[in-house]
Nanobody
Framework: QVQLVESGGGLVQDGGSLRLSCAAS????????MGWYRQAHGIQRELVAS???????NYADSVRGRFTISRDNAKNTVYLQMNNLKPEDTAVYYC???????????????WGQGTQVTVSS
């Protein structure tokens, strides 16, 4: 069984910074793409940023230049450094990972439980 555990959310003022972490644990052989999504109240979940096992990154236009995604493959952990936060960044942030478990040849997508980020104006 695989689990993704997120941490680092909270309340911050407009222009502030937060760093999210997501650690994967369990019967993991390898992890392909890891990413962060967010869902604001009443809005469809959207991709914020993703990173491949080789380090290639992709960002939503709304966060490019303010957010940085990174990963530590040895720790099976992905990070999201969020700078210059704006009220419109307020949402529940979810970690996602495509994981190949021991004894399998295909990947399975797993989600974290979500962490609340609130940016006050």
């Amino acid at each position: 069984q695989v689990q993704l555990v997120e941490s680092g959310g909270g309340l911050v003022q407009d222009g502030g910074s937060l760093r999210l972490s997501c650690a994967a644990s369990g019967s993991i052989f390898s992890i392909a793409t890891m990413g962060w999504y967010r869902q604001a109240h009443g809005i469809q979940r959207e991709l914020v940023a993703s990173i491949t096992s080789g380090g290639s990154t992709n960002y939503a236009d709304s966060v490019r230049g303010r957010f940085t995604i990174s990963r530590d493959n040895a720790k099976n952990t992905v990070y999201l450094q969020m700078n210059n936060l704006k009220p419109e960044d307020t949402a529940v942030y979810y970690c996602h990972a495509d994981i190949i478990e021991h004894g399998r040849t295909w990947s399975t997508g797993y989600w974290g439980q979500g962490t609340q980020v609130t940016v006050s104006s």
